[in-house]
């Protein structure tokens, strides 16, 4: 991958992890809930869980799944299953308060989140066929590199969403501003399951 390759992946990358999906909304609910400091694992989790996927793709497991109609079925219910339980977990979340009582989504559960994230999978097998050459395919530092160009764009668009849920969480002190947001991040988290089945 020469230096323009390069810049065009990290743009690729980045657009990617910054434009709404799960693992936003996930992130964005982790900042509401801790702040910024507290949660930072999300963001770094979802990141490198990313680029080990791109990695795995950029070698064929992409190419295995969809080879393979029974587990590509159990993947998409495991992770509609997945989906719906964190929208609920969301939803019946309180208040923002910094008492240190929220548990934040931490580093293994966000990086094991992507393996049942639809919108992560769409991108990492879209990434190897586009950006690595077929050629490339068997070459280990080819995949790795991508797999790290990817990581190191997604960490700071996932920043973006886990300080914009923090800045969010300062104005939703009451009860009932609260109880909307969580609604919403779990609505939007839910409807996302739609995207599994399309």
């Known amino acids: 991958m020469d230096t323009a390759q390069a810049l065009a992946f990290l743009l690729f990358a980045f657009i990617a992890a910054v434009t709404p999906g799960p693992s936003n909304a996930m992130i964005l609910s982790t900042g509401a809930a801790v702040g910024a400091l507290r949660g930072i694992g999300c963001p770094l989790g979802a990141s490198l869980g990313m680029g080990v996927m791109i990695v795995l793709s950029a070698f064929g497991l ?25 929208s609920w977990k969301i939803a019946n979340a309180g208040t923002f308060e910094a008492d240190g009582q929220t548990r934040a989504v931490g580093f293994r559960q966000a990086f094991l989140f992507q393996w049942l994230n639809p919108k992560g999978w769409l991108v990492a097998l879209s990434a ?38 923090a800045l969010v969480a300062q104005t939703l002190r009451t009860q009932r501003s609260a109880r909307v947001f969580n609604i919403a991040m779990a609505s939007a988290l839910a409807l996302s399951v739609v995207m599994v089945w399309r």
Request: hydrophobic fraction near 60%.
């Open 128 to 165: 190897g066929s586009t950006y690595l050459p077929s050629r490339q395919y068997a070459q280990t530092g080819g995949a790795l590199w991508m797999g790290t160009l990817f990581a190191a764009a997604a960490f700071p668009a996932g920043l973006l969403w886990l300080v914009l849920g």
């Open 62 to 86: 992409g190419e295995i799944l969809a080879a393979a109609p029974v587990v590509v079925s159990v993947m998409k219910i495991a992770g509609s299953l997945f989906l719906l339980w964190l």
